[in-house]
């Protein structure tokens, strides 16, 4: 019953399924991003399968992999209580090249998902009827869930005081110390010889 | 409420009559009639309602009318974590507050940026305001925001402008807790 879907992809799509797996009732296929939004609307469209949820679309970066990003959708059909998993690869090492089909005109759903994952991972979904920037702001270089940005790479939109404005050091350690009695304080900013 | 000043001289006790310095007076009537803009962006609000609320109720210490516009208001608690979209909205909530005006950095985020420490948070507030006092605390209990409340009396009382600090509780296990003397750090960097 749960390699239903999978079996049906592989018939319909054949060697554009990449792979295929199951673990604990849950199937996932992986497919070419050539039929990403055919083997979508396949999904959605076929009586037999009916997945007719869109949960959750996201994407994963593996920094050391080709292609570097995998874009991850989550499906349920409530008519057969199924969850399906569709996976798709796309982009170079350098992070270019990250283009796949929208899933807007198969799921509405996926409006703001797409949005969110092209905002955080820099995945261009094409033919998406608005593909801005959802939760950062339009001024924001770059993608920083990805990898390769810098962890603690900020971007203000204001402009930080000086110190010689404010009179005071301005770091990222507050003036009562890296440590008030919780275990993430920021200990490791302190200076060793106990100043 | 409250009690006079010692530069507050009472003279000739059946007269009636009291003398002090005008700035005395004024800063008297000021840190007792604190008017609130609480800027409440996350999980540290559930400590300022508790702060406001009548179990804590800072309505003791004369700072209970809040006022949701800036341009009536002397104190500005920033309570939670300022994300870099937010800095401007805070920047000009400042901006747009009276002279004389206070802030209080009210818990770790808006002091410090908190364990928030990338791409999405203002390291402290004091990044792109002023700031006079520091609560700590992850969210601060309202004992240690009514310590930040006093301070604040206390620096509109003496016009002191300089940041400081509400003392977070001793460390039990290494007693790492030490306030920074940034002041005199910033001397020293500027020789």
Known sequence: MSQLALDKLKAKFGAAVVETHSQFGDDTAVVEPGVWRAAAEFLRDDPALDFNLFVDLCAVDFPKRVPRFEVVLHVYSFARRQRVRLKTRVGDEEGEGCEVDSLVPVWTGANWFERETFDMMGIVFQGHPDLRRILLYPEFVG????????AQKTQP??????????G???DKLAPFGGDEGMAFGRKFYLPKDGN | MGELNRSVTLEGSESGFATTKLDALLN??????????????AC????FMAVSSPRYDFARFGAEAP?????QSDLLWVVGTISQRQAPVLRRIYEQMMAPRWVMAFGTCAS???????????PGIDKIIPTDVYVPGCPPRPE??????LLIQDKIASGVREPSVVKPRADPVAGLVQIRDTKVKAKEKTK
């Open chain 1, 157 to 166: 939109l204001v402009a930080y005081r000086t110190e010689e404005e404010a």
């Open chain 2, 44 to 47: 540290c609000g559930m400590e």
């Open chain 1, 143 to 150: 993608h920083p869930l990805r990898k390769d940005y810098p």
């Open chain 2, 28 to 41: 008297w009537s000021r840190k007792y009639s604190l008017f609130n803009y609480p800027f409440v962006t």
């Open chain 1, 168 to 170: 005071t050091i301005l």
């Open chain 2, 112 to 122: 410090c940026g908190g364990f928030y420490d990338n791409y999405t948070t203002v």
């Open chain 2, 67 to 71: 006022r949701f516009s800036p341009r």
């Open chain 2, 144 to 149: 240690a925001v009514f310590d930040g409340l």
